[in-house]
């Protein structure tokens, strides 16, 4: 096991990896921007460094401050959560060179799975159902030459995208010109690299994913799948669930299935997270995230399996310790992303300064938070406060319990999603579960915003 | 109010004053206080500046010249000692990140006020190395 570990993120998740080390009786080293100087993260590390200014050019993506503050601290892993370089093949080559073991899978599989056109060619070759897509594309034509062929409506999509980036459904060849230079100028400025390709725009698919952890033994299971469609129309996932509810159990396990075996066709190692659409009994890999998720917790909350300790054993060298049958998953998890953003003006970011916060406690929730009385959010970064999750026995437990969690949540100086969330978790339609991605959106489009 | 201050709430407000490009900056609230000042000449100075309301200010102003990288700090040899004349913009030491020597300069002429660091010491961002009197 190792002694120390860098965690190279901010915010909830970094407080999440502390936790984690802290219960294998690893030491942590916490970096921060001055913006997060006092941030929960940093106060419960052992030792913290200041990598650079709020902004993440200067800090959270700062590899030689990083870098040097593990090597200055004498830690022996990196552990780099979500987003930032965490699907950096760079960042996790750069590490190794240093002596420091990157907390993730091999760098070659991480360049292979995040460069999203190269992910799906080994997914044709290894027999996994892909949407119809392009190959890179180099100028509108060929976006069109391509549209033409397989027909409208197509999403453009950067190949180095996630989040929503750079993602533009296009619905004829008159708005493929303007489409397809938003979406290159929208991915250069999120990843430095605005290539493109397109698929077919599967309407209204439901979006399932499945957890898989691989040790360096070659062993990998399934930690079932995750219901991730209700999505804000900037295809920002904003309420996730496992099980995925009305799903045909055949169709369940040929996700689980072909998940383990793309996993095993790239030696898959540490935990990682196959995208699929879900079109009624028909699969698509859309793409595998080289990391631990946002919304981990509903899986460990159903399976008992803490992903993010597996993912500090298993760069650790452990093996897996237990085998696909030992993993059984009991009753529903729900998780809801507390956001500062305001559900009346599209889900525009706010920063500013927390007033009063009351997070919800009781049987069957929990809340991972970086943020308390008084923090300053800062512009920076993005917007998620907190992520409470619910369990429940079945699904409308969990839901009703949801609705209680919310109800005791209170956090005062900026717009938050948690009033949104709770009307989400009355509403009738999300209440017969199954939704497709599109439902959010029009949900919105037809909603009268609540009186402020 | 909040065990430590200085972190809580003096530092988000001199990055406001420092990235606004502003002169002159005083918060009040409650029993709290805090006035922020940029120095004549100051080419870094807001954090250094500031100090309670009602101080009179320092007969000269002082820079203080933060680590910009995290690395270790290494002194030149001969090392640079506190109360030394500075003729023009010297480097005074260097922070090695990863091999590569960042030097730390003193931006123009002036006294080394003080030295907050030593040979060796790791530093972060933004720490206090030197201060400079112009």
């Given at each position: 096991?190792?002694?120390?570990?860098?965690?190279?993120?901010?915010?909830?998740?970094?407080?999440?990896?502390?936790?984690?080390?802290?219960?294998?009786?690893?030491?942590?080293?916490?970096?921060?921007?001055?913006?997060?100087?006092?941030?929960?993260?940093?106060?419960?590390?052992?030792?913290?460094?200041?990598?650079?200014?709020?902004?993440?050019?200067?800090?959270?993506?700062?590899?030689?401050?990083?870098?040097?503050?593990?090597?200055?601290?004498?830690?022996?892993?990196?552990?780099?959560?979500?987003?930032f370089?965490?699907?950096?093949?760079?960042?996790?080559?750069?590490?190794?060179?240093?002596?420091?073991?990157?907390?993730?899978?091999?760098?070659?599989?991480?360049?292979?799975?995040?460069?999203?056109?190269?992910?799906?060619?080994?997914?044709?070759?290894?027999g996994?159902?892909?949407?119809?897509?392009?190959?890179?594309?180099?100028?509108?034509?060929?976006?069109?030459?391509?549209?033409?062929?397989?027909?409208?409506?197509?999403?453009?999509?950067?190949?180095?995208?996630?989040?929503?980036?750079?993602?533009?459904?296009?619905?004829?060849?008159?708005?493929?010109?303007?489409?397809?230079?938003?979406?290159t100028?929208?991915?250069?400025?999120?990843?430095?690299?605005?290539?493109?390709y397109?698929?077919?725009?599967?309407?209204?698919?439901?979006?399932?994913?499945?957890?898989?952890?691989?040790?360096?033994?070659?062993?990998?299971?399934?930690?079932?799948?995750?219901?991730?469609?209700?999505?804000?129309?900037?295809?920002?996932?904003?309420?996730?669930?496992?099980?995925?509810?009305?799903?045909?159990?055949?169709?369940?396990?040929?996700?689980h299935?072909?998940?383990?075996?793309?996993?095993?066709?790239?030696?898959?190692?540490?935990?990682?997270?196959?995208?699929?659409?879900?079109?009624?009994?028909?699969?698509?890999?859309?793409?595998?995230?080289?990391?631990?998720?946002?919304?981990?917790?509903?899986?460990?909350?159903?399976?008992?399996?803490?992903?993010?300790?597996?993912?500090?054993?298993?760069?650790?060298?452990?093996?897996?310790?237990?085998?696909?049958?030992?993993?059984?998953?009991?009753?529903?998890?729900?998780?809801?992303?507390?956001?500062?953003?305001?559900?009346?003006?599209?889900?525009?970011?706010?920063?500013?300064?927390?007033?009063?916060?009351?997070?919800?406690?009781?049987?069957?929730?929990?809340?991972?938070?970086?943020?308390?009385?008084?923090?300053?959010?800062?512009?920076?970064?993005?917007?998620?406060?907190?992520?409470?999750?619910?369990?429940?026995r079945?699904?409308?437990?969990?839901?009703?319990?949801?609705?209680?969690?919310?109800?005791?949540t209170?956090?005062?100086?900026?717009?938050?999603?948690?009033?949104?969330?709770?009307?989400i978790?009355r509403?009738?339609?999300?209440?017969?579960?199954?939704?497709?991605?599109?439902?959010?959106?029009?949900?919105?489009?037809?909603?009268?915003?609540?009186?402020? | 109010?909040?065990?430590?201050?200085?972190?809580?709430?003096?530092?988000?407000?001199?990055?406001?004053?420092?990235?606004?490009?502003?002169t002159?900056?005083r918060?009040?609230?409650?029993?709290?206080?805090?006035?922020?000042?940029?120095?004549?000449?100051?080419?870094?100075?807001?954090?250094?500046?500031?100090?309670?309301?009602?101080?009179?200010?320092?007969?000269?102003?002082?820079?203080?010249?933060?680590?910009?990288?995290?690395?270790v700090?290494?002194?030149?040899?001969?090392?640079?000692?506190?109360?030394?004349?500075?003729?023009?913009?010297?480097?005074?030491?260097?922070?090695?990140?990863?091999?590569?020597?960042?030097?730390?300069?003193s931006?123009?002429?002036?006294?080394?006020?003080?030295i907050?660091?030593?040979?060796?010491?790791?530093?972060?961002?933004?720490?206090?190395?030197?201060?400079?009197?112009?």
């Amino acid at each position: 096991m190792f002694r120390k570990v860098l965690i190279a993120n901010r915010g909830e998740i970094a407080l999440r990896i502390n936790r984690a080390c802290h219960e294998l009786g690893v030491a942590t080293v916490a970096i921060f921007s001055e913006a997060d100087r006092g941030s929960l993260h940093v106060r419960h590390a052992d030792e913290a460094f200041c990598v650079g200014a709020g902004p993440v050019a200067s800090s959270y993506l700062n590899i030689a401050n990083i870098i040097s503050t593990g090597l200055i601290c004498g830690a022996d892993a990196i552990h780099p959560g979500y987003g930032f370089l965490a699907e950096n093949a760079r960042f996790a080559e750069i590490a190794r060179d240093h002596g420091l073991t990157f907390i993730g899978p091999e760098p070659s599989v991480i360049a292979a799975m995040g460069d999203k056109a190269t992910a799906r060619r080994i997914m044709d070759e290894s027999g996994v159902p892909t949407t119809p897509g392009s190959g890179i594309l180099a100028n509108p034509a060929e976006a069109a030459a391509f549209a033409a062929q397989i027909g409208y409506p197509v999403l453009l999509k950067a190949t180095a995208g996630g989040g929503g980036k750079g993602m533009r459904a296009v619905e004829s060849e008159a708005e493929l010109a303007a489409a397809f230079a938003t979406a290159t100028a929208e991915a250069e400025a999120s990843f430095k690299d605005g290539r493109l390709y397109a698929e077919k725009l599967i309407r209204s698919p439901r979006h399932i994913e499945v957890q898989v952890l691989g040790d360096q033994y070659g062993d990998v299971v399934h930690l079932g799948e995750r219901d991730c469609s209700v999505q804000k129309p900037s295809h920002q996932k904003l309420i996730e669930e496992t099980p995925a509810a009305a799903l045909d159990p055949a169709v369940r396990d040929r996700l689980h299935d072909i998940a383990v075996t793309a996993a095993r066709a790239v030696k898959y190692t540490n935990a990682g997270t196959l995208e699929f659409l879900v079109d009624g009994p028909n699969v698509y890999f859309m793409e595998m995230n080289t990391r631990i998720q946002v919304e981990h917790p509903v899986t460990e909350m159903v399976y008992g399996v803490d992903l993010v300790k597996e993912q500090i054993r298993i760069a650790a060298g452990e093996r897996l310790g237990f085998t696909q049958s030992d993993l059984q998953p009991h009753g529903c998890a729900i998780e809801v992303r507390v956001n500062a953003e305001d559900p009346d003006n599209n889900f525009a970011p706010a920063a500013g300064t927390l007033g009063r916060v009351e997070f919800p406690g009781g049987p069957g929730v929990r809340v991972d938070t970086h943020v308390y009385s008084g923090t300053v959010v800062p512009p920076f970064y993005d917007s998620l406060l907190a992520k409470i999750i619910v369990t429940g026995r079945t699904r409308e437990s969990a839901i009703m319990r949801m609705e209680r969690a919310l109800a005791e949540t209170h956090i005062d100086g900026v717009k938050t999603t948690v009033e949104f969330c709770r009307e989400i978790m009355r509403d009738e339609r999300f209440a017969r579960a199954g939704v497709g991605v599109d439902w959010l959106p029009n949900y919105l489009a037809n909603r009268v915003p609540t009186p402020a | 109010m909040f065990e430590n201050t200085i972190v809580e709430r003096v530092r988000p407000l001199a990055q406001a004053f420092s990235d606004g490009g502003l002169t002159r900056l005083r918060v009040r609230d409650g029993d709290f206080e805090v006035e922020f000042r940029r120095a004549p000449a100051a080419v870094s100075g807001a954090v250094a500046d500031a100090r309670p309301a009602g101080e009179p200010a320092p007969a000269r102003p002082v820079d203080a010249i933060l680590a910009d990288v995290v690395g270790v700090m290494r002194f030149l040899r001969p090392a640079v000692g506190e109360g030394m004349t500075l003729d023009g913009d010297r480097e005074l030491a260097y922070v090695e990140t990863l091999g590569i020597r960042n030097p730390v300069r003193s931006r123009g002429p002036g006294r080394v006020a003080m030295i907050y660091v030593t040979d060796g010491q790791p530093v972060e961002y933004g720490q206090p190395l030197f201060a400079i009197e112009r």
